[in-house]
């Protein structure tokens, strides 16, 4: 198990930013690509961004491009997700993933999951 912990979520105003932040444990850790998801009440688990195990390849949502940066340290062994210029429509819970293989947006391909964090957007 990969067991990861997310931080970092709270109450913020339109075109605010938060920071949020995974911890994972195991020795594995390194080789695992980890991505972000969030999920909005009534509506089902969407992909926001995901990091190869590199840190070379990052992929993300149409809808967060340009506002959201997903970094890893390998060394600290975290990601975190830097989200600048939050809308009303970015809340939701955020989740940690993570997989053995490749960056994907699939939540199913994604083998370890967090908590969540409650990320809250207040117009």
């Known amino acids: 198990q990969v067991p990861l912990v997310e931080s970092g979520g709270g109450l913020v105003q339109d075109g605010g930013s938060l920071r949020l932040s995974c911890a994972a444990s195991?020795?594995?850790?390194?080789?695992?690509?980890m991505g972000w998801f969030r999920q909005a009440p009534g509506k089902e688990r969407e992909f926001v961004a995901a990091?190869?195990?590199?840190?070379?390849?990052?992929a993300y949502a149409d809808s967060v491009k340009g506002r959201f940066t997903i970094s890893r340290d390998n060394a600290k062994i975290t990601v975190a997700l830097q989200m600048n210029s939050l809308k009303p429509d970015d809340t939701a819970v955020y989740y940690c993933?993570?997989?053995?293989?490749?960056?994907?947006?699939?939540?199913?391909?994604?083998?370890?999951w967090g908590q969540g964090t409650q990320v809250t957007v207040s117009s």
């Open positions: 195991g020795r594995t850790f390194s080789t695992y690509a």
């Open positions: 993933a993570a997989r053995t293989w490749d960056v994907t947006t699939a939540p199913s391909e994604y083998n370890y």
């Open positions: 990091i190869n195990w590199r840190g070379t390849t990052r």
